[in-house]
């Protein structure tokens, strides 16, 4: 899929940022030296450091240029768990296996899935975790190929759609619902257990300042998984 030159100027800089080429508060090159190294129009560089702001990634200051973005403190964070590290250190293998991948748009009157699309395309995947060779959790993730357009090319034989975003998307907010739920037909085949069996389903979505990134939907073996929650207090000295 060819990706838009605002869109590789705009990942090729939070690449630099991810992999700390770029430091917090560092200046970022002005427009004009962007548009002689990518030989592009200022309006093309504009757009892809106005995306990089509204994502919280730099600070655009008027007549000073872009900076960095310096990390936001969060008073309580419910991680996003690494399920293959998860797996891994308690000792066993861990595998994920591809079902279905489609790159589609929103289904008509979806809302949710129009506005996590914005104006472009939705990659759609489907996969189980394995710990041992035996299914852990049946998944079903949407992206917004807008907000990450290389995942497309992504074939995921190598890593899970999860471990690929913590590792090349940063993210700034994310909602956790978490259900307990009997296990519908379609997900206690993929899971090997009885349908009706208990799971533990979380929902997730996460976003980068503005731009919504992805909503992925994870059906857990009850008596296979626990979840655990790291909090910290927003007050150091508040025992609430």
Same mark, same amino acid.
């Given at each position: 899929?060819?990706?838009?030159?605002?869109?590789?100027?705009?990942?090729?800089?939070?690449?630099?940022?991810?992999?700390?080429?770029?430091?917090?508060? $560092?200046?970022?090159?002005?427009?004009?030296?962007?548009?002689?190294?990518?030989?592009?129009?200022?309006?093309?560089?504009?757009?892809?450091?106005?995306?990089?702001?509204?994502?919280?990634?730099?600070?655009?200051?008027?007549?000073?240029?872009?900076?960095?973005?310096?990390?936001?403190?969060?008073?309580?964070?419910?991680?996003?768990?690494?399920?293959?590290?998860?797996?891994?250190?308690?000792?066993?293998?861990?595998?994920?296996?591809?079902?279905?991948?489609?790159?589609?748009?929103?289904?008509?009157?979806?809302?949710?899935? *129009?506005?996590?699309?914005?104006?472009?395309?939705?990659? *759609?995947?489907?996969?189980?975790?394995?710990?041992?060779?035996?299914?852990? *959790?049946?998944?079903?993730?949407?992206? /917004?190929?807008? $907000?990450?357009?290389?995942?497309?090319?992504?074939?995921?034989?190598?890593?899970?759609?999860?471990?690929?975003?913590?590792?090349?998307?940063?993210?700034?907010?994310?909602?956790?619902?978490?259900?307990?739920?009997?296990?519908?037909?379609?997900?206690?085949?993929?899971?090997?257990?009885?349908?009706?069996?208990?799971?533990?389903?979380?929902?997730?979505?996460?976003?980068?300042?503005?731009?919504?990134?992805?909503?992925?939907?994870?059906?857990?073996?009850?008596?296979?998984?626990?979840?655990? *929650?790291?909090?910290?207090?927003?007050?150091?000295?508040?025992? /609430?």
């Amino acid at each position: 899929m060819k990706v838009a030159l605002h869109q590789r100027i705009r990942s090729d800089i939070e690449a630099a940022i991810r992999s700390g080429a770029l430091r917090p508060g $560092a200046r970022l090159p002005v427009e004009h030296e962007l548009m002689r190294q990518y030989g592009c129009a200022r309006m093309t560089v504009s757009k892809a450091l106005s995306a990089l702001a509204s994502a919280g990634l730099i600070d655009r200051r008027k007549r000073a240029g872009s900076f960095v973005a310096r990390p936001r403190v969060h008073s309580m964070v419910l991680d996003i768990p690494d399920l293959e590290q998860d797996i891994l250190q308690r000792g066993q293998s861990y595998g994920f296996r591809l079902l279905h991948r489609d790159v589609r748009q929103p289904r008509r009157g979806d809302a949710e899935e *129009a506005a996590l699309a914005g104006a472009g395309m939705l990659l *759609a995947i489907e996969g189980v975790h394995e710990a041992d060779a035996v299914p852990l *959790a049946l998944e079903t993730r949407l992206v /917004s190929l807008a $907000a990450v357009p290389s995942m497309a090319d992504v074939p995921f034989d190598q890593t899970s759609p999860g471990a690929w975003l913590l590792k090349h998307v940063p993210w700034t907010e994310a909602e956790t619902r978490i259900a307990a739920v009997p296990a519908e037909r379609a997900a206690a085949k993929h899971l090997h257990i009885e349908p009706g069996a208990p799971c533990l389903f979380i929902e997730r979505r996460t976003r980068r300042g503005d731009e919504a990134i992805t909503l992925v939907r994870q059906y857990f073996v009850g008596s296979a998984y626990d979840l655990i *929650a790291r909090f910290a207090a927003a007050d150091p000295g508040d025992g /609430s």
